[in-house]
């Protein structure tokens, strides 16, 4: 699974830790987040991450 980080803030989603503290457990994919899921550090929405290219 990819990560994700987000543009604005450089926040960094990675699937293996996922977003416990927001709900989401670890192993979920990015692109199975909830659509109203939200960067939990400056609060913008999915459509402002890139995928991380390792």
């Not at 926040?11 to 416990?20: F, I």
Request: aromatic residues 12%; negative net charge; proline residues 11%.
């Amino acid at each position: 699974m990819d990560k994700y980080f987000c543009n604005p803030c450089g926040y960094v989603y990675d699937p293996e830790k996922g977003d416990p503290e927001n709900g989401i457990a670890p192993g979920t994919a990015f692109e199975d987040l909830p659509d109203d899921w939200t960067c939990p550090l400056c609060g913008v929405e999915k459509s402002s991450f890139q995928r991380v290219i390792e």
